[in-house]
Every structure is written in C-alpha cells, then in structure tokens.
C-alpha cells in the first residue's frame, strides 16, 4: 500500500526533525501540537495545520504520536475527540511515545474492534539521532502492519525491529531506558573522579569512550557535560517517567531492579533542584 498523508501529532523536541525527513520524503504531513507556536517551523517548512486531534485523524491514512505521557496517550488516542473515535475504518496508528505496554496493547485492541491498525514504537536515539533519521524504533504489533509500515520508519531511523506483539515495543523500550539509567550513573560518576583526580576529562574520555567502556551516551552525552552544556536532548522529567514505569512494570512481573531504583531516586532528586527541564546528562550537577 502506498500512503501519502500522514498525520504527527507531538511537535517536540524530537518530532521536528522526523516530520521534517517524512515531508523531504515526499509525503504529505499534517500535523497538530498542543502549542501551535512550538510547530510553526516545520508549518513553515510546508506541514499541514489542524486544529485538533480530530481534524487530523480525519484528514490522515496514517498517524504517527509522540506525546509526553501515559495519561496523553490515553486521552489522545482513547478520549471522545481522540483518534479512535474520529478516524475512519483502515487508518493505521503508529504510538512512538514511551508509554505503557498495558495502554498500548488496550489501543491494539480497541482499534482493531474499529478495524484500524495500531503498532507500538517508542523510539532511542535523543534529538540527534530524530536530526540525522537514524533512530532505534522498537515495535509492537502484527507483522503484516509492520511490514506495511516499514516504509515510513525507513525515513525516520535505522535500527527498526519487530520485537513481538502488541505492547513489545514499550517492554523493549523499558530495557532500553533501564540500561541508560544505570549506565549514566557511571559516566557521571567517572567524570567526577577524573576531575577530582588531576585529570583531563577530555582526554580520559578520548581514552575510555574506544574501550569496553563505550556506549552512545558516553561518547554523545559526555562532550556535553564536560562542555557545560546540559540542553535537553530528552527532558529529566520524561526520564523520570520512563523509570516510573519500568518499575511498575518490572514489580508487576516480581523482578527486582535496584539499580533502576537508585537511578530514579538521583533523578528525582535532581528535578527538586530545579532540572527536570534539563537534559538527561545533567545528572552530573549532583556529583559538582
């Protein structure tokens, strides 16, 4: 199938950038955010304008979602002037937010009564892996959607994997952040101790990052936080979130992640000193 409106809803930080790469792909975007003023980039750049969330799921083959929250999924997609309840029979529904796997497998559900199609498929990669279109996109869902869709990731990233059924690509978007949680403690806490110890950071870091200590965040966060800099590329307090409900989630299934629990427990103390609208790597400022 050939599709050639989608509907974005989500403006952010990340959402400019991969609705700009589907609209240099040719397709038609037809986009709606909360705040009209945080889309007048990418309206400027050609993007479609509606007033509401109805209007797009009207006017749309496919809708793409990144919102903040849980309770913004919800009232977006489940809400009486939500998705499900304006879009037409055969609208496909793609969920990029970080949310729950139970919400996404009750969206599953409930489109599939409407027949329409719905794929979970939180994404990794900050805002610049949303600028360069090389996003990890983790989905859920069925594979015959997936596989009529994949033409539209392709635009917005490059490791794209079909991790199961509905609600897989949230439960693999857990693991995703459970792992940065942990290992942003030792990055800040490694540059610390350079410091304290009578070192370059700089060069520690040209050392460290091409070892076994490599990881993404070390190589595109660490620059950043030696730089001062600690704009966001994903929000503290969304990071927050996502920890909220991988505990949740992993208390559900009687795992238990001490790790996780520590990494919230800083983040959220950072947040009380003002930085949950900082980037993630500003964890840093808790070891200054």
């Known amino acids: 199938m050939v599709f050639k409106k989608i509907g974005f809803i989500g403006i952010?930080?990340?959402?400019?950038?991969?609705?700009?790469?589907?609209?240099?792909?040719?397709?038609?975007?037809?986009?709606?955010?909360?705040?009209?003023?945080?889309?007048?980039?990418?309206i400027e750049e050609g993007a479609k304008w509606k007033d509401s969330v109805a209007e797009v799921a009207e006017a749309a083959e496919v809708i793409i979602t990144i919102v903040g929250y849980p309770h913004d999924v919800q009232e977006v997609y489940l809400g009486e002037a939500g998705l499900l309840n304006n879009a037409k029979p055969g609208t496909y529904f793609i969920d990029m937010t970080t949310s729950k796997p139970s919400l996404a497998q009750q969206i599953f559900e409930e489109a599939k009564k409407r027949k329409m199609f719905a794929l979970d498929a939180p994404v990794s990669g900050g805002d610049i892996g949303a600028k360069e279109a090389r996003l990890a996109i983790m989905v859920g869902g069925e594979e015959e959607v997936f596989t009529e869709l994949l033409p539209i990731f392709e635009k917005i990233g490059k490791n794209i994997i079909l991790q199961g059924g509905p609600g897989a690509g949230q439960y693999t978007k857990m693991c995703n952040q459970m792992a940065i949680?942990?290992?942003?403690?030792?990055?800040?806490?490694?540059?610390?101790?350079?410091?304290?110890?009578?070192?370059?950071?700089?060069?520690?870091?040209?050392?460290?990052?091409?070892?076994?200590?490599?990881?993404?965040?070390?190589?595109?966060?660490?620059?950043?936080?030696?730089?001062?800099?600690?704009?966001?590329?994903?929000?503290?307090?969304?990071f927050?979130?996502?920890?909220?409900?991988?505990?949740?989630?992993?208390?559900?299934?009687?795992?238990?992640?001490?790790?996780?629990?520590?990494?919230?427990?800083?983040?959220?103390?950072?947040?009380?000193?003002?930085?949950?609208?900082?980037?993630?790597h500003a964890l840093y400022k808790l070891y200054r």
């Open 12 to 42: 952010g930080v990340m959402g400019q950038s991969m609705a700009s790469h589907l609209m240099k792909a040719g397709y038609e975007v037809i986009v709606y955010n909360r705040t009209k003023e945080k889309a007048m980039s990418i």
């Open 181 to 238: 949680a942990t290992g942003m403690i030792g990055i800040c806490e490694a540059l610390a101790y350079a410091k304290k110890a009578g070192l370059s950071p700089e060069k520690v870091l040209q050392t460290i990052e091409t070892g076994a200590a490599g990881s993404w965040s070390l190589s595109n966060l660490a620059p950043k936080i030696i730089a001062g800099n600690f704009e966001p590329g994903f929000y503290v307090k969304h």
């Open 240 to 280: 927050i979130k996502d920890m909220t409900i991988a505990l949740e989630s992993a208390e559900e299934m009687g795992l238990l992640t001490p790790g996780l629990k520590l990494a919230k427990e800083l983040y959220e103390k950072l947040a009380e000193l003002g930085e949950e609208n900082s980037g993630t």
